[in-house]
């Protein structure tokens, strides 16, 4: 009776699935110090969940929280979420991957701090964590900041669609964060395989957290390239044609077009995972008719594209900063579009070389080779067209410029070892080993990570009305850079002496002086990481002498620098008519910036604050927490909540709100008299006290 | 492996690797496989160099002439295109993709796993199971745990499957590798040029024990093999359903033997009751019945369920 009531309430939930359970059951010493790190990371995601509640409370934050952030609609305000999202899970992934490398070199000999469980564990969340809730949530907040201004737009196309997308990854990165206190968290890594990750090897809820976080968090990525697809088709302003549109706005339309098209194979691919495991069904048994090779197809299939839905906003990003911080026009700017949407297209011609090894015949595997290659074309475009941008500009060393030219050197190192791994018969040798986890780290870090930080530091002062500390800045970017560089490194000898990636310990002494390299640069880059955590923190408390309200601190090229830092909720008092390319430095240069916007000012409607997406997102971790446990009641509940809150959405009247033109012309009068009344500054003193926001075109300023 | 040396000085000692260590990469070659391999490597580095340096070359350098701030030198915030430029930065990568591409073609046709090396290869059946390799030898009578003896010269044509989840098997010095999955079988072939002891493992995740999945791989002279194969005959134990069951208990090659009583994993060599284990394990899988995977007539050879097109 009571043992039915139990699991009728908390399905397979039990005292076992505490952190601590570990220690309670441990075997040796090395089980007793994993479960400690296992009971210390839960007890800190608990404390710090508790003491933000607490501190929200006590400083009487919700009201503000929910109509400000939580149910707004703004796209800035979504981006700026999904930003913080990312630093949040950053954090969390980046120190799992120093535990790693630290138990690489403790474990030399076997042993050492983590049990094999315990470290599967962290390398399934490491990867989880870092491509689908921190680099997909970086670049959707960069995109959803961004991409509306670029484009002269006041939001986009479906805005509490947007705050849903947003909802669903939240609540994929919480089950995540839940995994961490109710364990065990899956062993198959980010790209669970099967039949490793079916029921027969691995019925617990490990396997079923993955595919229900994965999946919560795809479905808000599809939604996330259906929308910024069609916002950049439909809601660009006048004048803005499609070969007018920044770098940045193009990267992000073909990341919106590959989200499309390559999010929904994952969806398949975990949907299908799930009636095996749940349902008896035997899709990637290799039993009863199986085939786990179809899910290696379908997964990679998603997989592939992935890789360019990551690195391709960085790709924009770069183009602005270059461009930007060169004070020149970008170069190339067809050959980059071209580029862009070859290696988007071209994205979905390479799936097979993830499993080259799977047993195919030669000519397919070379067939797919070549194609993995003819990829290294455009993007190789793409690093001279970024050189000749700085090539007879004036180029400021500014941070963003640090992490720029740090990735155009590392990122050849990494295309390098990306060519070798396009030719089968290499791939055969080094698949699966340290050297194409360097491989990746390789393109993801200097490709993805540098360009994203770099967008973080060049629109951090757009979003918030002030720059960020550069002191602090310089030292997170050398840090990564240095850091990358000592982590990553060593790991490409390792994997051509045959050390496979994954492995909790090993005996081969040759491997261990290049694992305690790697384990040095893991604590650099730590540091990087926390050199930017104490920027924000510097840049806060020295806001007032770093605040560039009149919004153009980098003499910008494109719209978005057109606006007062912050922008007004509605970006554009008035919808500007753009006649070229880089739209607003030509305004400056033509002293058209601060004129009055012909035909006056107009009411805007805006849409009004929306609780689904905030709704979904409790709705969604709940029926995805119920289904990893068997919670049945919970499941149907959340399930059917959701259900209903789309369906009563339909019957919202009041969706919109409408700013008077009165407001909007105060608003825009007292930006125009603080602009000036504060000097337009040169270049030179672009990191003073003296920038407010306000530049000298680079073309106009005359250098000493 | 234990020792009292503090890791730094450990780690300085160990950066000349002691001579008698089992030879791990490709690099340093033992086959004719690994050797092409590795010559393949190294020109797709130095090919790939003639993009790469001018990028290592000439960042620094404009960088530095057109820092801001330096008088002197020339600014052209509008110019953005030059066809020469373009021509040059579109064809120089087509060429050296076609180059790359062509070199690609020849070479994955020719280091084609599934393609023999030569005539009259010793063939080996490989089975992987939670965390050890079983090598059948089906026309030596023996198989083997952990422990692949291959002789010199002479090709060697594997068949892998798994009885477990997927696997990927690795010997680096001698050739790639080739994923093992359950149900399907794949092939791989391989050759030693000299003899030696060589890494082999398991290159894919499959769970606590994976990072103790090693073997070694012995290629030894012909003599030296025959002699080997005698003495493995001599001494092998019998085939069991204990034999099969320990293989399928998770473990590793060291908890096999404590399983089934015997001194150490070198004593894990067994009498093959029947020449088609292997195809009988591809049919049957992990469900089957040990007595009926050593048991019963000869399965005829195509007769494996998903037998992969060569």
Redesign the interface.
């Given at each position: 009776m009571w043992h039915a009531l139990r699991l009728f309430l908390f399905g397979r939930l039990g005292l076992d699935n505490m952190p601590f359970d570990e220690i309670l059951k441990a075997h040796d010493t090395t089980d007793l110090i994993s479960g400690c790190i296992g009971t210390f990371a839960a007890a800190l995601a608990v404390g710090g969940a508790l003491v933000t509640l607490w501190l929200m409370t006590r400083y009487r934050l919700w009201g503000k929280f929910w109509s400000n952030w939580a149910t707004s609609v703004d796209h800035k305000k979504i981006g700026i979420m999904y930003i913080a999202l990312a630093w949040i899970m950053m954090l969390r992934a980046l120190i799992e991957a120093a535990i790693m490398r630290g138990q690489q070199v403790a474990g030399y000999g076997g042993g050492g701090m983590l049990s094999g469980d315990h470290f599967g564990q962290l390398f399934s969340t490491h990867g989880t964590i870092m491509i689908f809730f921190m680099a997909m949530p970086f670049l959707t907040g960069l995109i959803n900041f961004v991409v509306p201004m670029q484009i002269g737009a006041r939001d986009v196309s479906f805005p509490t669609l947007n705050s849903v997308s947003l909802g669903l990854t939240v609540a994929g990165a919480l089950l995540i964060m839940v995994s961490l206190v109710l364990q065990p968290f899956s062993t198959g890594g980010w790209s669970g395989y099967p039949p490793f990750t079916e029921a027969r090897y691995n019925p617990g809820p490990g396997p079923d957290y993955w595919i229900w976080a994965v999946t919560l968090s795809s479905l808000g990525s599809t939604f996330t390239g259906m929308n910024f697809a069609v916002t950049i088709y439909k809601e660009r302003a006048p004048g803005m044609k499609l070969m007018r549109m920044p770098l940045f706005t193009w990267t992000a339309l073909c990341t919106a077009i590959l989200m499309i098209f390559a999010m929904p194979p994952l969806t398949v691919a975990t949907a299908l995972l799930a009636l095996d495991r749940y349902a008896g069904f035997h899709f990637f048994t290799n039993t009863a008719g199986g085939d786990m090779m179809n899910y290696a197809n379908l997964f990679w299939l998603f997989g592939h594209p992935e890789v360019y839905i990551l690195i391709l906003p960085s790709f924009g990003v770069y183009s602005e900063v270059f461009s930007t911080f060169s004070g020149k026009t970008l170069y190339g700017y067809s050959s980059l579009v071209i580029a862009t949407m070859c290696i988007a297209v071209l994205s979905f011609t390479v799936w097979v070389h993830h499993f080259f090894t799977m047993g195919q015949g030669a000519d397919l595997n070379a067939a797919f080779g070549i194609a993995t290659m003819l990829i290294g074309v455009p993007t190789g475009v793409k690093i001279y067209d970024w050189m000749l941008t700085m090539f007879r500009g004036r180029v400021r060393m500014t941070v963003p410029i640090v992490y720029g030219v740090g990735f155009l050197f590392l990122f050849c190192v990494g295309g390098m070892s990306g060519i070798l791994l396009a030719n089968p018969s290499i791939d055969y040798q080094v698949h699966n080993t340290l050297f194409l986890v360097a491989h990746f780290h390789n393109m993801l870090i200097p490709g993805l990570l540098f360009g994203l930080i770099a967008g973080y530091t060049m629109w951090f002062p757009k979003a918030f009305g002030f720059r960020l500390d550069d002191r602090w800045g310089y030292r997170a970017a050398w840090g990564w850079i240095i850091g990358f560089m000592m982590a990553f490194f060593p790991l490409y000898v390792l994997g051509l002496m045959g050390m496979p990636r994954r492995t909790v310990s090993f005996l081969e002494p040759a491997y261990l002086p290049w694992t305690i390299i790697a384990l040095l640069g893991a604590f650099v880059v730590l540091f990087a990481l926390f050199s930017l955590f104490m920027q924000l923190w510097v840049s806060i408390k020295n806001r007032e002498a770093l605040a560039v309200p009149v919004g153009d601190p980098w003499d910008g090229r494109s719209l978005e620098w057109s606006m007062s830092a912050p922008p007004p909720e509605y970006n554009f008092p008035v919808i500007p008519e753009v006649k070229g390319r880089d739209a607003f430095m030509t305004l400056k240069e033509a002293g058209d910036d601060l004129g009055e916007p012909e035909g006056g000012f107009k009411d805007i409607t805006m849409p009004a604050n929306s609780a689904l997406g905030p709704f979904l997102c409790v709705t969604g971790t709940a029926t995805a927490f119920g289904l990893v446990w068997y919670i049945w009641w919970l499941a149907l509940l959340g399930a059917a909540a959701s259900f209903l809150a789309v369906v009563l959405r339909g019957f919202a009247r009041n969706t919109e709100r409408t700013i008077p033109a009165a407001e909007v012309r105060r608003s825009w009068e007292r930006w125009r008299d603080r602009a000036m009344s504060a000097p337009r500054v040169p270049r030179a003193d672009e990191l003073t006290d003296a920038n407010r926001g306000h530049a000298v075109p680079a073309k106009q300023e005359i250098v000493a | 492996?234990?020792?009292s040396l503090p890791?730094?000085l450990?780690?300085?000692s160990?950066?000349v690797?002691?001579a008698h260590?089992t030879q791990?990469?490709?690099?340093k070659p033992a086959g004719p496989v690994?050797a092409?391999?590795s010559g393949?490597?190294w020109f797709?580095?130095i090919a790939?160099l003639v993009?790469?340096v001018p990028?290592?070359i000439?960042?620094p350098i404009?960088?530095w002439r057109?820092?801001?701030?330096?008088?002197n030198?020339?600014?052209?915030?509008?110019?953005?295109?030059s066809w020469g430029?373009?021509i040059l930065?579109?064809g120089?990568?087509?060429v050296l993709?076609l180059i790359?591409?062509t070199v690609?073609?020849a070479?994955?046709?020719?280091?084609?796993?599934?393609?023999p090396l030569g005539p009259h290869p010793l063939r080996v059946d490989v089975v992987g199971y939670d965390w050890k390799w079983l090598f059948i030898y089906p026309d030596l009578g023996i198989a083997t745990v952990d422990k692949l003896e291959i002789p010199v010269g002479r090709p060697v044509a594997l068949r892998l499957t798994s009885d477990?989840?997927?696997q990927?098997f690795?010997i680096?010095a001698l050739?790639?590798?080739?994923?093992a999955?359950?149900?399907?079988r794949?092939?791989l072939n391989l050759e030693a040029s000299q003899a030696g002891a060589f890494?082999g493992?398991?290159?894919?995740?499959?769970?606590?024990?994976?990072?103790a999945q090693?073997f070694t791989t012995t290629a030894a002279s012909a003599d030296d093999f025959r002699k080997w194969v005698g003495s493995a005959r001599a001494g092998a134990h019998a085939l069991s359903p204990a034999v099969i069951h320990a293989l399928e208990t998770k473990g590793t090659d060291k908890d096999m033997a404590r399983g089934l009583h015997l001194g150490g994993p070198s004593d894990l060599v067994f009498r093959l009751p029947v020449a088609d284990l292997f195809t009988r394990i591809l049919r049957d899988?992990p469900?089957a019945p040990a007595h009926a995977l050593l048991a019963g007539s000869p399965i005829a050879a195509p007769a494996a369920p998903?037998q992969?097109?060569d």
């Amino acid at each position: 009776m009571w043992h039915a009531l139990r699991l009728f309430l908390f399905g397979r939930l039990g005292l076992d699935n505490m952190p601590f359970d570990e220690i309670l059951k441990a075997h040796d010493t090395t089980d007793l110090i994993s479960g400690c790190i296992g009971t210390f990371a839960a007890a800190l995601a608990v404390g710090g969940a508790l003491v933000t509640l607490w501190l929200m409370t006590r400083y009487r934050l919700w009201g503000k929280f929910w109509s400000n952030w939580a149910t707004s609609v703004d796209h800035k305000k979504i981006g700026i979420m999904y930003i913080a999202l990312a630093w949040i899970m950053m954090l969390r992934a980046l120190i799992e991957a120093a535990i790693m490398r630290g138990q690489q070199v403790a474990g030399y000999g076997g042993g050492g701090m983590l049990s094999g469980d315990h470290f599967g564990q962290l390398f399934s969340t490491h990867g989880t964590i870092m491509i689908f809730f921190m680099a997909m949530p970086f670049l959707t907040g960069l995109i959803n900041f961004v991409v509306p201004m670029q484009i002269g737009a006041r939001d986009v196309s479906f805005p509490t669609l947007n705050s849903v997308s947003l909802g669903l990854t939240v609540a994929g990165a919480l089950l995540i964060m839940v995994s961490l206190v109710l364990q065990p968290f899956s062993t198959g890594g980010w790209s669970g395989y099967p039949p490793f990750t079916e029921a027969r090897y691995n019925p617990g809820p490990g396997p079923d957290y993955w595919i229900w976080a994965v999946t919560l968090s795809s479905l808000g990525s599809t939604f996330t390239g259906m929308n910024f697809a069609v916002t950049i088709y439909k809601e660009r302003a006048p004048g803005m044609k499609l070969m007018r549109m920044p770098l940045f706005t193009w990267t992000a339309l073909c990341t919106a077009i590959l989200m499309i098209f390559a999010m929904p194979p994952l969806t398949v691919a975990t949907a299908l995972l799930a009636l095996d495991r749940y349902a008896g069904f035997h899709f990637f048994t290799n039993t009863a008719g199986g085939d786990m090779m179809n899910y290696a197809n379908l997964f990679w299939l998603f997989g592939h594209p992935e890789v360019y839905i990551l690195i391709l906003p960085s790709f924009g990003v770069y183009s602005e900063v270059f461009s930007t911080f060169s004070g020149k026009t970008l170069y190339g700017y067809s050959s980059l579009v071209i580029a862009t949407m070859c290696i988007a297209v071209l994205s979905f011609t390479v799936w097979v070389h993830h499993f080259f090894t799977m047993g195919q015949g030669a000519d397919l595997n070379a067939a797919f080779g070549i194609a993995t290659m003819l990829i290294g074309v455009p993007t190789g475009v793409k690093i001279y067209d970024w050189m000749l941008t700085m090539f007879r500009g004036r180029v400021r060393m500014t941070v963003p410029i640090v992490y720029g030219v740090g990735f155009l050197f590392l990122f050849c190192v990494g295309g390098m070892s990306g060519i070798l791994l396009a030719n089968p018969s290499i791939d055969y040798q080094v698949h699966n080993t340290l050297f194409l986890v360097a491989h990746f780290h390789n393109m993801l870090i200097p490709g993805l990570l540098f360009g994203l930080i770099a967008g973080y530091t060049m629109w951090f002062p757009k979003a918030f009305g002030f720059r960020l500390d550069d002191r602090w800045g310089y030292r997170a970017a050398w840090g990564w850079i240095i850091g990358f560089m000592m982590a990553f490194f060593p790991l490409y000898v390792l994997g051509l002496m045959g050390m496979p990636r994954r492995t909790v310990s090993f005996l081969e002494p040759a491997y261990l002086p290049w694992t305690i390299i790697a384990l040095l640069g893991a604590f650099v880059v730590l540091f990087a990481l926390f050199s930017l955590f104490m920027q924000l923190w510097v840049s806060i408390k020295n806001r007032e002498a770093l605040a560039v309200p009149v919004g153009d601190p980098w003499d910008g090229r494109s719209l978005e620098w057109s606006m007062s830092a912050p922008p007004p909720e509605y970006n554009f008092p008035v919808i500007p008519e753009v006649k070229g390319r880089d739209a607003f430095m030509t305004l400056k240069e033509a002293g058209d910036d601060l004129g009055e916007p012909e035909g006056g000012f107009k009411d805007i409607t805006m849409p009004a604050n929306s609780a689904l997406g905030p709704f979904l997102c409790v709705t969604g971790t709940a029926t995805a927490f119920g289904l990893v446990w068997y919670i049945w009641w919970l499941a149907l509940l959340g399930a059917a909540a959701s259900f209903l809150a789309v369906v009563l959405r339909g019957f919202a009247r009041n969706t919109e709100r409408t700013i008077p033109a009165a407001e909007v012309r105060r608003s825009w009068e007292r930006w125009r008299d603080r602009a000036m009344s504060a000097p337009r500054v040169p270049r030179a003193d672009e990191l003073t006290d003296a920038n407010r926001g306000h530049a000298v075109p680079a073309k106009q300023e005359i250098v000493a | 492996m234990r020792t009292s040396l503090p890791p730094v000085l450990l780690a300085l000692s160990l950066l000349v690797p002691p001579a008698h260590a089992t030879q791990l990469s490709f690099l340093k070659p033992a086959g004719p496989v690994a050797a092409a391999q590795s010559g393949h490597f190294w020109f797709v580095i130095i090919a790939m160099l003639v993009v790469v340096v001018p990028v290592f070359i000439l960042t620094p350098i404009i960088l530095w002439r057109y820092r801001y701030g330096r008088r002197n030198a020339s600014y052209r915030p509008e110019w953005s295109f030059s066809w020469g430029w373009e021509i040059l930065l579109w064809g120089g990568p087509i060429v050296l993709i076609l180059i790359l591409g062509t070199v690609l073609w020849a070479e994955t046709g020719q280091l084609d796993p599934y393609k023999p090396l030569g005539p009259h290869p010793l063939r080996v059946d490989v089975v992987g199971y939670d965390w050890k390799w079983l090598f059948i030898y089906p026309d030596l009578g023996i198989a083997t745990v952990d422990k692949l003896e291959i002789p010199v010269g002479r090709p060697v044509a594997l068949r892998l499957t798994s009885d477990t989840v997927m696997q990927s098997f690795l010997i680096p010095a001698l050739a790639g590798q080739i994923y093992a999955m359950q149900g399907m079988r794949t092939k791989l072939n391989l050759e030693a040029s000299q003899a030696g002891a060589f890494l082999g493992e398991n290159t894919q995740y499959n769970g606590t024990g994976f990072h103790a999945q090693k073997f070694t791989t012995t290629a030894a002279s012909a003599d030296d093999f025959r002699k080997w194969v005698g003495s493995a005959r001599a001494g092998a134990h019998a085939l069991s359903p204990a034999v099969i069951h320990a293989l399928e208990t998770k473990g590793t090659d060291k908890d096999m033997a404590r399983g089934l009583h015997l001194g150490g994993p070198s004593d894990l060599v067994f009498r093959l009751p029947v020449a088609d284990l292997f195809t009988r394990i591809l049919r049957d899988g992990p469900a089957a019945p040990a007595h009926a995977l050593l048991a019963g007539s000869p399965i005829a050879a195509p007769a494996a369920p998903k037998q992969k097109a060569d």
